[in-house]
C-alpha cells in the first residue's frame, strides 16, 4: 500500500532542548497511526511540522505523496488538522462555523451549503447549527471542529489529542466517526496520552518518548514483545510470604504488601503447576490475582526510564 505519510529523521529543537531527536515512521493510505507519548514529549510539535505549521531542523517528510520542503501547498491542500485547541469562531453559530469554511476552501455556495447540512446532521448538531458555538458543550465543539476540517474532504486528518476532556459519550461518537472515516479510505494520524484509545482505534502505534520513538507497532506486537505477565499471591503474613517465596522459582517477596509476584503467562497448566507447588508449603491463607500484560504496562515500561530522570 502506498504511503500517505512517511517520515524519516525527523528533528526539532526549542532553543537548547531537543523535542524530536530524529524520529522514523511510515503510515499506509487508509489506516490509522497513534502517536502516543506523555505530555510534552513533542506530538503536538510533530502535528505542526507535518501540517507545515511550523518548520523542521532536518529530515523528510512526505504527506500524501507531496514533500513538505518542496510543496507544502499541496500539502496543506491534501489534509485536515483538528488541532488540541479547537478552530471554532465562538461569535458565530455551528452553521455559520462550517459555511465559512466552505468559503475558504472556495465551495461553491449551493454546495458548501449543501456540505454544511450533511455534517451538521452527520456530526449529530442539527440542534446546534443556530446556536452560538460559546453555548455549545465541550464534546459538541469538538465535534464542530471535525466537522469543519472535513469540509474539503481531506484524504489525511491530523488529530491532535481529540478526545481528551471529552464525557464518555463523546468520547466513543468520536471514535465511531474515526472508523467510519477510515472506512472510506481517510488516513488518520492521532495523537492521544490514552492507551485504551490507540488500542481502540490504531492499526500501528509508535510511543514517543525523550525525543525518540521507543517502540513502533500494532498493539498486538506492542501487548507481545512485553514480558510483563505475573501472578501476584498475596500472603498473611511475613513467614508464610517468605515460605511461599524459597518454595517458587523467580518469586519476588515484597514484605511491605506481602505479596510475592511469580513471572507466568497465566495459563491454566503454569497455574496449576504454581498452585501445586505452593499447596506442597501447606500455606492455606493466600489469594491469587492473575496480570496479563496491557498496554498501560507497555507504556509505563517504555516510559518509566524518562520519568525516573
Ligand atoms: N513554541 C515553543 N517554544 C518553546 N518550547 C516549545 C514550543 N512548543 C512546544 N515546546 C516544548 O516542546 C515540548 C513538546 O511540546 P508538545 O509538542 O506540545 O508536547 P505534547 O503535545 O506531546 O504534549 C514541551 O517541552 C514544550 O514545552
Ligand atoms: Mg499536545
Redesign the pocket.
Known sequence: MPSAIAVSGLRKS??D?V?LDGIDFDVPEGTTFALL??????????VQILSTLIGSDGGRASIAGHDLATAPQAVRGAIGVTG?FSAVDNLLTAEENLILMADLHHLPRGEGRRRTAELLDRFDLVDAAKRLASTCSGGMRRRLDLAMTLIGRPRVIFL?EPTTGLDPRSRRLMWHTVRELVAGGVTIFL?TQQLDEADELADRIAV?NGGKLVATGTPDELKRGLPGGHVRLLFHDKSDLNRAAQALQNAKPDEETLALRVPSDGGVRALRDLLDRLDKTGIENASLEVHTPDLEDVFHKLTEKEAAR
Open positions: 526549542f532553543g532542548k523535542v507519548g506523555p505530555n510534552g514529549s513533542g506530538k503536538t510539535t510533530t488540541q491532535d495523537t514517543l
